[in-house]
């Protein structure tokens, strides 16, 4: 009897003295305590990558609650997903730190953008349930609670069962708690829709080419105006030649080289009056092709479902 004793005591200690001597365990301990020590310096930034390192090795509800510790006056809503991390892990490994963690998370709660979400207690423990966040996938654990933590604006919550669906846009609020009702109706079988929330208008990636498509059109139209008015121009001077040659440059009366300056005038003109045509024209069609070959901006529709039938919210761009 004292032999089969022996055996199974040596059986059921075995897992835990080889934890106590892996090497993970080993270099978990040591970068917490590095971390620790950093911490108590007041260098959370050196602390940080140490505790994520440990937590890789070997996950602590000490790791967890270490980074709330730094994370906590910057930027409460990680601090608060660290100390509800650490609530659940607490309570998986039956560790004493379990009402710490939440009691923490709870005092930030105040500072945040909460939203709570009321299931049916029929829903609650059914198989399959999924509640999800602008798509994300919420771990169960923090929903049980009924609040979430969010950031502030608009969000998209969704309840999902087997063949029964809810969802419902709402926007949360710092330092407020938004409560929704989550109503599951029955679906035909479809996967449900993807939803995202609608944040208002969003960047046009084609304004910027349409812009310099108009800007083009525009510089093109001012120059077919500059080749009209030196077109005009030369051939008002041509009338002033064929006038001083008695009606006819071919057989021109007049002194030679009297009218070589009016002569050299008028072919500038002519110059002058090709040049603005043929850039006018080339920037009209580079315009034009510009403006149309922009790229358009892609329509985002949300769909939401309802017992009384569904309802379109879009954002046409």
Wanted: charged share 20%.
């Amino acid at each position: 009897m004292r032999l089969r004793f022996l055996f199974v005591s040596a059986l059921l200690l075995a897992p835990a003295i080889a934890r106590a001597e892996s090497p993970d365990h080993d270099k978990a301990v040591a970068l917490f305590d590095e971390a620790r020590k950093l911490i108590d310096d007041n260098q959370c930034d050196a602390a940080m990558p140490k505790l994520e390192m440990s937590f890789r090795y070997e996950p602590s509800v000490g790791a967890r609650l270490s980074m709330a510790d730094c994370l906590e006056l910057h930027d409460p809503l990680a601090a608060w997903t660290q100390l509800r991390e650490a609530q659940r892990l607490a309570y998986l490994k039956h560790d004493d730190r379990t009402k710490i963690a939440s009691d923490r998370a709870t005092a930030l709660e105040s500072k945040l953008a909460m939203v709570r979400v009321a299931l049916p207690a029929d829903v609650v423990r059914q198989p399959g349930l999924e509640v999800r966040v602008d798509g994300a996938l919420i771990d169960s654990f923090f929903y049980e609670s009924g609040t979430i933590a969010l950031k502030a604006g608009p969000h998209v919550v969704e309840a999902t069962l087997p063949n029964r669906r809810w969802s419902q846009q709402v926007v949360a609020q710092l330092g407020a708690t938004t409560s929704v009702n989550a109503q599951l109706v029955q679906t035909s079988g479809a996967p449900p829709p993807v939803m995202r929330p609608v944040e208002g208008p969003s960047h046009d990636p084609g304004g910027a080419q349409r812009g310099v498509g108009l800007i083009l059109g525009g510089v093109g139209l001012a120059a077919l105006g500059v080749g009209g008015i030196f077109g005009g121009a030369a051939f008002a001077k041509k009338g002033d030649i064929d006038a001083a040659c008695g009606g006819s440059a071919q057989t021109c009366k007049a002194a030679p080289g009297s009218l070589d300056s009016a002569r050299s005038e008028q072919q500038n003109y002519a110059r002058l009056s090709t040049l603005g045509f043929v850039v006018g024209g080339v920037a009209v069609v580079a315009g034009v092709v510009l403006y149309l070959t922009a790229p358009r901006a892609k329509t985002a529709v949300a769909v939401t479902g309802s017992l009384g039938g569904v309802s379109l919210v879009g954002r046409f761009q």
